[in-house]
DNA sequence: GTCATGGTTCAAAAAATATTGAAACTTAGA
DNA sequence: TCTAAGTTTCAATATTTTTTGAACCATGAC
């Protein structure tokens, strides 16, 4: 159903307009391919995280797209995403209207802030919705073990929606 | 890049040949499809998971596959990822040949189990990958804070990779 | 204001994933 | 052994997701 096997190079038929990643780089990426795909990123997005974390230096757009050979369009959509989810930082060299990026300084913090935005929502979104359908298998006179069953769920979900933020709290530092 | 966004109706083009899903089931369903997808488990299992999950009784194959209106393969294919995960659990009635099928007791321990087995393995392939991503970064003389970077991720990985068992023993009760 | 650099948008194309269903397999019972 | 119910397989198809790139927008330098 997952597992995004074994095609870390196939993923290289890319013309990389020049200076590819290194081998080091390179299986780096495939990690964070990897990675990212458990919970849903896109392999390019995954990609310029990873090269904005093996880079000693901030890295412009054009940068990033030389080097992994991709389109525009994915690289500033991939920022983008990165942006929106606090998983990197822009610098400007002054005089130069060029931004230049690079992860914000906690991994975790970045993965924890991913998470959250991807599971909270779900879960609030999620939180009327079980209440309609307890309302209405007690109205449909569902069986004892069902109803059960339900109340268990709906119980859960408030539950994950109320912990999720003590355990994660918005800006952790680790 | 994710979010499912309301296609909750839509997938419901479905020809379901008899005793369609009641509203509640329907809403039940959808619940867990945009959950599903969240770890990224296909819809068809997850919707078979919520009738199993709704209904009072073990279902047969032929019962899920007639009220969901989904093909013998997706029945079958959604039964065996279900059963290999350990998150349903059939019965025979005697002197029939046909299972019967319902959810494990314990859904909080069937999506431990089922994260696990999305996530450990993939920590468990990436611990050499990491490794020789070091090894090569090092030898190469890449810049001190990458270095640092790569460290501290390996130390990540093989940390999760022993933690998660002591989190999430491996039958958990609750 | 104009222009060129830097970046975004979004419809179309490509790639990945999920679903279908007909054929094949398995096995309990006659 | 033969049969048929019950299930699985897997190549073909449908659907969804990701990527592309040409056209468009924004803004700082002049």
């Known amino acids: 159903m997952k597992?995004?096997?074994?095609?870390a190079a196939s993923?290289?038929?890319k013309r990389a307009t020049f200076d590819p990643l290194s081998p080091y780089e390179l299986e780096l990426a495939d990690f964070f391919v990897r990675m990212a795909g458990i919970?849903?990123?896109s392999p390019s997005v995954a990609e310029i995280y990873a090269l904005l974390y093996a880079s000693p230096k901030a890295l412009s757009f054009d940068e990033i797209q030389g080097r992994l050979g991709?389109?525009?369009g994915s690289v500033s959509q991939g920022l983008k995403f990165l942006r929106?989810?606090?998983?990197?930082l822009s610098t400007k060299d002054k005089g130069s209207r060029r931004e230049k990026w690079q992860p914000t300084p906690s991994l975790a913090a970045s993965i924890v802030t991913l998470l959250r935005n991807q599971v909270v929502p779900a879960l609030e979104f999620s939180a009327p919705?079980?209440?309609?359908?307890?309302?209405?298998?007690?109205t449909v006179h569902a069986s004892p073990e069902v109803l059960e069953r339900l109340r268990k769920l709906k119980h859960w979900n408030s539950r994950a929606l109320e912990l999720f933020p003590l355990l994660?709290?918005?800006a952790p530092k680790a």
Chains 1, 2 share one sequence.
Do not use: D, T, Y
Request: net charge positive; glycine share 6%.
């Open 3 to 7: 597992l995004p096997s074994e095609k």
């Open 11 to 13: 993923r290289r038929k």
């Open 39 to 41: 919970i849903g990123v």
């Open 70 to 72: 991709i389109s525009k």
């Open 84 to 88: 929106g989810h606090e998983m990197i």
């Open 129 to 138: 919705s079980l209440e309609r359908v307890l309302n209405q298998a007690e």
């Open 168 to 170: 994660f709290p918005s």
